[in-house]
């Protein structure tokens, strides 16, 4: 039985590895003939471009204050009088000379008459005291009249010369009070306050209205005192109030030292047009000290993801990664990548917000320099953000 089953073993050891070899060669084959893998479909097709250098101006940015320029108190001089008509009100534009209000004149004009019957005495005498004076002198030489006598005839006539000319003061003066019943603008300006009220009888130095002076404003900006030495009189600024378009200024002073408190200075710009800053209004503004060079991209290719600036690069595999960047100033359309960025590093130049990190694009190349040249062209016209 042994011997019968020796020659079906080695029979069986010699098939085995033959069956094995035949079974691999058949897997191999259909393998190769499975079709191969498909390559991986473009999610988009973008645009891409690189970092382009540009000139950009530089600004420093500041907050502060609209405030006039200059503002009058226009109060009354005359004393004790009633007030009988007030002709302006808040927010009127009068010119100089023009009469904002008027005092009732009835009592000034009754110290007028009484002075004028006062002169009108003193005159009288003066002329009777001329007269006994000239013939004290005409009689000196005869000897008629002694030396005391004359001497008090030409001591009365100075003394009646003297009360004319104090009635005549005193005239004047209440001459002075009838002109000071009328209240006149002292320059031209808008009328900003107003205290007067029509049947007051007021002291002298009593405020009745409040004016800006010619009707100029001007931005009273706090300047960190890092940047206070860049900024020169002339330079031109641009103020933006919380409500209204961009406003054009001109530095009129800078200030000549620093809050210890806050370490910032005062700039005063004056505001040509002020258009719709009022004053007492808070305003953001900009100065622009010089130029510098810097890389910049399109808006549209920087993104904004959970308050961080990112782009897409675009690999040799035409792959998109997630690049996380500092931006800085912005010039129209184009915006200054201060770190986080090669300058030879291709990125999606729009529709990056579609894209995620690692999907493939297909890739459409852009001229980018045009751009470039508009925002150069653009940069004195467009706000930019301090760096």
Same mark, same amino acid.
């Given at each position: 039985? *042994?011997?019968?089953?020796?020659?079906?073993?080695?029979?069986?050891?010699?098939?085995?590895?033959?069956?094995? @070899?035949?079974?691999?060669?058949?897997?191999?084959?259909?393998?190769?003939?499975?079709?191969?893998?498909?390559?991986?479909?473009?999610?988009?097709?973008?645009?891409?471009?690189?970092?382009?250098? @540009?000139?950009?101006?530089?600004?420093?940015?500041?907050?502060?204050?609209?405030?006039? +320029?200059?503002?009058?108190?226009? /109060?009354? !001089?005359?004393? /004790?009088?009633?007030?009988?008509?007030?002709?302006?009100?808040?927010?009127?534009?009068?010119?100089? /000379? &023009?009469?904002?209000?008027?005092?009732?004149?009835?009592?000034?004009?009754?110290?007028?008459?009484?002075?004028?019957?006062?002169?009108?005495? @003193? !005159?009288?005498?003066?002329?009777?005291?001329?007269?006994?004076?000239?013939?004290?002198?005409?009689? &000196?030489?005869? /000897?008629?009249?002694?030396?005391?006598?004359?001497?008090?005839?030409?001591?009365?006539?100075?003394?009646?010369?003297?009360?004319? !000319?104090?009635?005549?003061?005193?005239?004047? =003066?209440?001459?002075? #009070?009838?002109?000071?019943?009328?209240?006149?603008?002292?320059?031209?300006?808008?009328? %900003?306050?107003?205290?007067?009220?029509?049947?007051?009888?007021?002291?002298?130095?009593?405020?009745?209205?409040?004016?800006?002076?010619?009707?100029?404003?001007? +931005?009273?900006?706090?300047?960190?005192?890092?940047?206070?030495?860049?900024?020169?009189?002339?330079?031109?600024?641009?103020?933006?109030?919380?409500?209204? %378009?961009?406003?054009?200024?001109?530095?009129?002073?800078? @200030?000549?030292?620093?809050?210890?408190?806050? #370490?910032?200075?005062?700039?005063?710009?004056?505001?040509?047009?002020?258009?719709?800053?009022?004053?007492?209004?808070?305003?953001?503004?900009?100065?622009?000290?010089?130029?510098?060079?810097?890389?910049?991209?399109?808006? %549209?290719?920087?993104?904004?993801?959970?308050?961080?600036?990112?782009?897409?690069?675009?690999?040799?595999? %035409?792959?998109?990664?997630?690049?996380?960047?500092?931006?800085?100033? #912005?010039?129209?359309?184009?915006?200054?990548?201060?770190?986080?960025?090669?300058?030879?590093?291709? =990125?999606?130049?729009?529709?990056?917000?579609?894209?995620?990190?690692?999907?493939? =694009? #297909? =890739?459409?190349?852009?001229?980018? *320099?045009?751009?470039?040249?508009?925002?150069?062209?653009?940069?004195?016209?467009?706000?930019?953000?301090?760096?």
């Amino acid at each position: 039985m *042994k011997q019968n089953l020796k020659p079906l073993v080695i029979a069986l050891a010699v098939a085995l590895p033959l069956i094995g @070899a035949a079974v691999a060669f058949s897997v191999r084959a259909a393998d190769d003939k499975k079709p191969a893998a498909a390559a991986p479909k473009p999610a988009l097709t973008v645009t891409v471009t690189q970092p382009q250098t @540009a000139t950009l101006p530089v600004r420093v940015a500041a907050n502060g204050n609209v405030a006039a +320029w200059q503002e009058a108190s226009i /109060g009354t !001089e005359a004393n /004790g009088l009633r007030l009988a008509q007030v002709l302006v009100n808040v927010g009127d534009v009068v010119k100089r /000379g &023009q009469v904002l209000a008027t005092f009732a004149p009835e009592t000034v004009q009754a110290d007028i008459a009484q002075m004028r019957a006062g002169l009108a005495e @003193a !005159e009288a005498m003066l002329a009777e005291a001329k007269a006994n004076a000239q013939r004290a002198r005409d009689l &000196q030489p005869s /000897g008629a009249l002694s030396a005391q006598q004359i001497t008090q005839f030409l001591t009365a006539e100075r003394t009646a010369q003297a009360r004319v !000319e104090a009635q005549q003061a005193m005239a004047k =003066v209440q001459q002075l #009070r009838l002109s000071q019943t009328r209240v006149l603008a002292p320059d031209n300006g808008v009328i %900003s306050a107003r205290s007067a009220t029509v049947g007051a009888v007021l002291p002298a130095g009593q405020e009745l209205f409040r004016m800006i002076r010619q009707g100029r404003l001007e +931005w009273r900006a706090e300047v960190p005192s890092a940047d206070v030495a860049a900024i020169k009189p002339g330079m031109s600024a641009t103020i933006t109030p919380p409500a209204g %378009s961009a406003l054009k200024g001109t530095v009129r002073m800078v @200030a000549p030292t620093v809050d210890p408190q806050t #370490r910032n200075g005062l700039v005063y710009v004056d505001l040509a047009e002020p258009g719709s800053a009022k004053a007492g209004m808070f305003a953001r503004g900009e100065f622009e000290v010089g130029s510098g060079q810097g890389l910049t991209l399109p808006q %549209s290719a920087v993104l904004l993801r959970d308050g961080f600036s990112y782009v897409l690069r675009v690999g040799a595999d %035409s792959k998109v990664s997630e690049a996380k960047v500092k931006v800085g100033r #912005r010039v129209g359309d184009r915006v200054e990548i201060l770190s986080g960025l090669a300058a030879d590093v291709r =990125v999606v130049a729009s529709g990056g917000g579609f894209l995620g990190d690692g999907d493939t =694009v #297909r =890739v459409v190349e852009a001229a980018d *320099k045009p751009a470039v040249k508009s925002a150069a062209a653009s940069a004195a016209a467009a706000p930019v953000a301090a760096k």
